[in-house]
Each structure stands twice: as structure tokens, then as C-alpha cells.
């Protein structure tokens, strides 16, 4: 159905306001694309509430003619999900003005934020309450809580407090129909039915919008100590991690696998950054263990353990930070892989996860895979050992795929293999990035049909209209 795009307008700015409703192209540019460039929208406007009322407002406007919803945050996102699709009409709505923390409960370690509200934001008002909010990846400074919530978001500290299903404590959803469902509580236990939030958490905006949240705080931490370590193959890096959790229990603060290609770019596209150590091992772990009670000797810890790992020839070479700053050097080559990759070329990164005794059979598996199938392509490897989400990245080389079709067809190839490596070895084809648009057909061809069916069931029962975030997740 043609919609007038003006009236549209005019509709949406009674609602927020003038200024607050974008339809000219040059206007909208920067909100129509994804972060990588893969995915161009064509959403007939950009809608920007600043409170849930809004929020509810511009759904139910969107209800009575028809037009589909698509949510965005700080669309950091890397499978399209923030992004509207060519299918239907659709408006996105872009929660970054719902911008704030509404309450802070420090005796009851929670925050509760509003969607729009910045990751790094979040994690300083905790700390100045002396707490801190876990949750810690590469786009901290620009992804947003909804965002965060929608694709139940992991990062780093996974190992040691879960993914953002974890972190959620109570949500405020605005449902397809207008409606506000208010399920802001604070609560650790409360068996009182279903769980209803968690339909929300990694649905990617397919069954309502995520306007604020209750999120889980933990007592800040007084002490750390960070080192980069050099292991001679996958098997050590997992054999290594179960000593370090024999060691110093649940301290581990984040324990992440680089491979030596993907440390490699980082340093030549890294705008500066340098390795601590020569790179010349297969791998490496960057290691942070960390506790609340300010007595306790991270530093005298760590180098201990690490002389055990030595002995055990779990480890080849160590390096320790010695002070904050050179920490935050060596963790800054985790956190800046996604922009060194996109500037070393055409980078197809997959999301999946194994279990973690079968790491070491995965990562040579699609590594030797994709060499054979895939020519022009440098593979990478990163990501979160300690709960076997493994990030296989292929950077493809401009030369040899020099059109964006033959950058599709060689990253569909390289996602095949990964996707069917992951399934042989009892994994998932996404483990913290979602579907979004990317993987809705490899979702179709790896999910029992029982799941799908059950999924398409919820979808049916909270969105009978197919309005919210069409496309993703399920066609």
C-alpha cells in the first residue's frame, strides 16, 4: 500500500516534534546504513522519540496505517538487524534521545537505564556509586543499552558474569499494538510464571521495543593485574584456562584468544598500536584477573600462576602490565580489531560458538577450509575462549574480489563453511551479533524445524501484523 510520506511526516511530528522527524534523504543517510557498509536501507523516515509515551505514540501510528517499525540504537550492530529492509514500508525508530539513567540503587547493585543510553555511560555512573556494570566490548563508546539488550549482547566479561540475559534484571518493552508492557522490576528471584522479559532479550526488536531496563551492578573493583601471553596452539589456550580457573577461581576478569595474523593487522592498521611482545607464536591470550577486595595481590597472583603454566608448557613467552596504562595498551588490541580489519579490507566475521573442548578440532578446521575454498582470503581468529565464541574473521583482499558481488559471494562462502563447521561440532551458528538480515536463511537451513516453529509461534502471538523489524531473524 503507497503511503504519503508527507502525511506520514505530519503525523509523526505531532507526536515528537518537527526536528525530530527526518525524511530527507541527506538527512537520513547516516541512519540507513549499517556500521560495515554491507546494508543500505530505505526507510520512509527516521522517527527520534524522547520518551516511552512517544515511543507507544508513534507504534500505534504505525498500527493503524500499516507501516513497519524498525528499531535502531547506535547501530553498531554487524548483521543488518538495525537497518530497514526494501520489503515494506517501514520507519526507523531511533531511541538515542532516550538517553537516561532514571535510577541508580546501589544497595541493591542495579541501574536502571533508559535504551538510548550509552554503554560507557552506563559503566561510569555505576562507578561513581562504586559499583560497576560488567558488560564491555569494542563499541563501548557508541553502542546503547537497547541495542545491547535486543541482541543479548556478550563482549569480554562473559566468562566471569554471563551475556546481557544475564545482566537483565526487569525491561520496559513498548508491544506492536502501542501498548506498554511495564516490567521494570529489580528483582534476582521472582517465580511468578514466565519469564517475559526474556522473549525480549536478543529478539532484535522482532516482538517489541526495548525502552529501558533494569540492569545488574557488581561491587567495583579494587585490584587487577593484565598479561598477554604467547601459547604454542589451541589446545594449550584451553588446557590454560582451566589451570588459571584452578589457580584464582572466578577472578578470571576476561580471558581472550588472538591469532597471530589478526594481532599482525591490528599493529599495521591500528593507527599506532604496537605489540608488547614479539609476534611469533600462533597465538596468543590476553588475560585479566580482578577482585573487589583491595588486600588481595593480583600482580604477586598472576605472575605465579604464570610460572606454573610455564612448567606445565602450557605458555611460550608472558608479558605483564606493570601499571593501568600499559593494560589498557594491551587490551586495546581486542578492542580495536573491528576497525583495523574493515581498513585492511573486505572482512567477513562470523559469530559462532562450540563447546570449549572443541576448539581445538574447530578453529584448524575452518581455518584449513576456508584457505582451500576461498582464495584471497587472510583468516583471522578472536574472540572469547572461555565460553567457545570463537570470531572466525576473513579478511578478503580488494585485488581479488574487486566488485561488491564477488565480496558477497566469497563471504557467503566463508559463512557456509564456519556455519557448518560450528553445527558439525554441536555449536551455533551466532553466539552475541544475532541474525538480523545476515543469517536469516542459514538460520532456516541450520535450526531443527521444531525451533522455527516454535519461534514463528511467538512471532505469530505478539506481532500478528509482521510490523516489528521485518526481515530479521525470521522471513
Not at 557498509?37 to 496505517?65: N, W
Not at 553498531?76 to 520507519?91: I, K, Q, S
Request: aromatic share 4%.
Amino acid at each position: 500500500m503507497p503511503h504519503d510520506t508527507a502525511a506520514l511526516a505530519a503525523g509523526f511530528a505531532r507526536i515528537v516534534g518537527s526536528s525530530r522527524v527526518l525524511t530527507a534523504v541527506d538527512e537520513m543517510r547516516a541512519y540507513q546504513h549499517d556500521w560495515r557498509g554491507r546494508y543500505q536501507g530505505s526507510a520512509l523516515a527516521v522517527v527520534m522519540p524522547g520518551s516511552t509515551q512517544e515511543v507507544a505514540a508513534v507504534v500505534r501510528l504505525c498500527a493503524a496505517l500499516q507501516v513497519a517499525i524498525v528499531p535502531q540504537g547506535g547501530n553498531t550492530g554487524l548483521t543488518g538487524g538495525a537497518v530497514a529492509g526494501d520489503d515494506r514500508p517501514a520507519v526507523l525508530l531511533n531511541l538515542s534521545r532516550m538517553n537516561r539513567i532514571r535510577e541508580i540503587d546501589a544497595a541493591n547493585n542495579s541501574l536502571t537505564a533508559e535504551a538510548g543510553c550509552i554503554l560507557a555511560n552506563v559503566r561510569e555512573a555505576a562507578d561513581v556509586q562504586q559499583r560497576q556494570f560488567p558488560l564491555l566490548l569494542g563499541s563501548v563508546g557508541s553502542c546503547e543499552i537497547g541495542g545491547l539488550v535486543s541482541t543479548n549482547a556478550g563482549g569480554t566479561g562473559v566468562l566471569r558474569y554471563g551475556n546481557m540475559r544475564e545482566l537483565v534484571l526487569g525491561l520496559e518493552v513498548v508491544l506492536p499494538d502501542g501498548s506498554v508492557w511495564d516490567g521494570l522490576r529489580a528483582l534476582r528471584k521472582d517465580n511468578s510464571g514466565y519469564d517475559l522479559k526474556q522473549l525480549f532479550i536478543g529478539a532484535e526488536g522482532t516482538l517489541g521495543v526495548v525502552t529501558a531496563a533494569v540492569l545488574k551492578l557488581f561491587p567495583r573493583l579494587a585490584v587487577s593485574a593484565t598479561a598477554m601471553m604467547a601459547v604454542p596452539g589451541v589446545q594449550q589456550a584451553v588446557d590454560l584456562l582451566r589451570f588459571m580457573q584452578e589457580q584464582v577461581g572466578n577472578r578470571i576478569e576476561a580471558f581472550e584468544i588472538l591469532s597471530r595474523r589478526q594481532v599482525e593487522i591490528v599493529v599495521e592498521h591500528g593507527h599506532g598500536l604496537q605489540s608488547p611482545m614479539p609476534l611469533e607464536a600462533p597465538f596468543y591470550i590476553l588475560m585479566e584477573i580482578a577482585d573487589s577486595a583491595p588486600q588481595w595481590a593480583a600482580g604477586t597472583e598472576l605472575e605465579q600462576t604464570l610460572q606454573g603454566a610455564f612448567e606445565r608448557g602450557l605458555v611460550l613467552d608472558a608479558v605483564v602490565a606493570t601499571d593501568m596504562a600499559k593494560a589498557e595498551r594491551i587490551w586495546a588490541l581486542r578492542h580495536n580489531i573491528s576497525e583495523s580489519n574493515k581498513r585492511a579490507g573486505f572482512t567477513v566475521s562470523n559469530d559462532t560458538s562450540v563447546p570449549v573442548s572443541r576448539l581445538p578440532r574447530f578453529i584448524p578446521l575452518v581455518t584449513e577450509r576456508i584457505a582451500q575454498q576461498v582464495p584471497g582470503a587472510t583468516v583471522c581468529h578472536a574472540g572469547h575462549i572461555g565460553d567457545g565464541n570463537i570470531h572466525v574473521i576473513a579478511v578478503l583482499s580488494r585485488e581479488v574480489h574487486a566488485t561488491p558481488e564477488q565480496c558477497e559471494a566469497a563471504a557467503a562462502q566463508v559463512n557456509l563453511i564456519v556455519h557448518e563447521a560450528s553445527v558439525e561440532l554441536g555449536g551455533s551458528i551466532s553466539a552475541e551479533h544475532g541474525i538480523g538480515k545476515m543469517h536469516v536463511q542459514r538460520l532456516e537451513r541450520f535450526k531443527p524445524a521444531i525451533d522455527l516453529q516454535m519461534m514463528r509461534a511467538v512471532k505469530a502471538a505478539f506481532d500478528p501484523q509482521g510490523l516489528m523489524n521485518p526481515g530479521k531473524i525470521l522471513r
